[in-house]
């Protein structure tokens, strides 16, 4: 199907573009926003790739799960990882 091609090559183009601006910005912080929104964005196009593929099933559902635990896991990494990297910039 198009339509479930165009939305996987949307999740890989939102891979490349995450990686690229990893690479571009120079704030340790900034990078968090790169990597949150590859899975934000990355992880929605994966789901709704699915979702057109199958309809409403149980895969669809093993993936919607394991995009919010994604969400999930990774926004109390970066939550966690910007708390040290300010602590660490007050010691210095």
Known sequence: MIAVDALLALAVAVAWLGALG????????D?????S????????????AALVADG????VLKIAILVAAALLGGAAVAHATGRALV??????
């Open 87 to 92: 602590w660490r910039s007050r010691a210095e």
């Open 31 to 35: 990078r968090l926003h790169c990597v």
């Open 56 to 59: 409403p099933s149980t895969r």
């Open 22 to 29: 990893f690479l571009r910005v120079a704030s340790a912080l």
């Open 37 to 48: 929104f590859v899975n934000l964005t990355g992880g929605g196009a994966t789901l709704a």
